[in-house]
């Protein structure tokens, strides 16, 4: 119940009207949305205006990439993504201008010719930079199902 109660408040705090100030966190989760439009669509354009230039994206496999090399890699054709569904998403204001957002990514990508089954939790980091909310750090990770947390 609690999590039906948290995903009502997300999608109703969404449907802010267009003449009030958007909350950073309404902005900054707008922008995630448009990110993962922005990648199933393949739209290397739309990605690069949501990435701030500083961007540091750190893949579920370790690689760290710059905005010019995530871009750079996304225009090579290579890898594309489809059925993209974001879950679990929790947000908060860091700074009136920073947003984190934590969640579950599950989709399937496309990397060479094979297309997999992919499920993440990551973790991303929006500024507002003069107006425009852009991704400066994302980190994602594949789970295990383990944990090394000992049993009390």
Do not use: C
């Amino acid at each position: 119940m609690k999590a039906l109660a948290r995903v009502i408040t997300f999608f109703a705090l969404l449907a802010v009207p267009a003449f009030a100030a958007v909350p950073p966190v309404i902005a900054a989760v707008q922008a995630d949305q448009a990110r993962t439009k922005a990648m199933m669509a393949g739209d290397a354009t739309a990605l690069a205006n949501l990435m701030s230039d500083q961007l540091r994206f750190a893949h579920s496999d370790g690689r760290v990439e710059s905005k010019a090399d995530y871009v750079k890699n996304l225009l090579a054709g290579d890898t594309a993504y489809a059925d993209v569904k974001l879950s679990e998403i929790e947000t908060k204001l860091i700074a009136p201008d920073v947003v984190t957002i934590i969640g579950a990514q599950r989709m399937r990508k496309r990397l060479g010719p094979d297309w997999s089954e992919v499920y993440l939790r990551y973790l991303a980091v929006w500024r507002n930079e003069s107006g425009t909310w852009r991704l400066v750090a994302w980190q994602s990770a594949r789970p295990a199902g383990n944990s090394v947390v000992p049993k009390k």
